[in-house]
């Protein structure tokens, strides 16, 4: 099973930037479909993208969809996800997870291994 550890969170005014990562270790990366998800307080976790082995397809949730880029580098391990003009909303714990099958799914329940998470706050 991979193991998966977020970076890059913390605190951003509205309409920043920031680039959250999550490098892979402990298994083959190899044939794996990546998600980011984010959870806020007194919510459910939430799905926001997911992105192919190959990189050649990606799914957002609509909210995201415009402001958010997911991207991967498989030689480095790495996932990635690049949110631009940052809402307070946007404000919630994310994760990133696994899926050891190919196809793009949006349900927490269908991913595999999990991340501890990063703290993203975005003030007004």
């Known amino acids: 099973q991979v193991q998966l550890v977020e970076s890059g969170g913390g605190l951003v005014q509205a309409g920043g930037s920031l680039r959250l990562s999550c490098a892979a270790s402990g298994s083959s990366f190899s044939g794996y479909a990546m998600g980011w998800f984010r959870q806020a307080p007194g919510k459910e976790r939430e799905f926001v993208a997911t992105i192919s082995w190959t990189a050649g397809s990606t799914r957002y949730t609509n909210s995201v969809k415009g402001r958010f880029t997911i991207s991967r580098d498989n030689a480095k391990n790495t996932v990635y996800l690049q949110m631009n003009s940052l809402k307070p909303e946007d404000t919630a714990v994310y994760y990133c997870?696994?899926?050891?099958?190919?196809?793009?799914?949006?349900?927490?329940?269908?991913?595999?291994?999990w991340g501890p998470g990063t703290q993203v706050t975005v003030s007004s």
């Open positions: 997870a696994a899926r050891t099958l190919p196809v793009l799914t949006a349900g927490p329940e269908t991913y595999d291994s």
